[in-house]
């Protein structure tokens, strides 16, 4: 098997754009899981209103600004 060095090139510039896209692709997508984990574990007190995140298990997590439990669901709404 005898490659010119044009098919040389030309396979080591396919198999590097390949690697670049798949590498690409895989970062965004641990990038956007990242993002919805977080967003996740965002909560809104309903009571004072501040944001925080809590890593805690179980519905309810205490508001570290006013020591409020909170659910978990329903985030956005105050009240």
């Known amino acids: 098997m005898n490659l010119s060095l044009n098919e040389f090139v030309t396979g080591v510039l396919s ?3 390949v690697l670049v896209a798949g ?9 956007m899981r ?3 984990r977080l967003v996740r574990m965002k ?3 309903r009571l004072c209103g501040s944001s925080f995140v809590s890593d ?3 519905k309810l997590c205490q ?3 006013c020591g409020k ?4 669901r329903g985030n956005g709404r105050l009240g």
């Open 15 to 17: 198999v590097s754009l």
């Open 23 to 31: 590498l690409s692709f895989l970062s965004r997508y641990l990038n």
């Open 34 to 36: 990242a993002e919805k």
């Open 43 to 45: 909560i809104i007190c």
């Open 56 to 58: 805690q298990s179980g």
């Open 63 to 65: 508001c570290p600004s």
């Open 69 to 72: 439990p909170n659910l978990r």
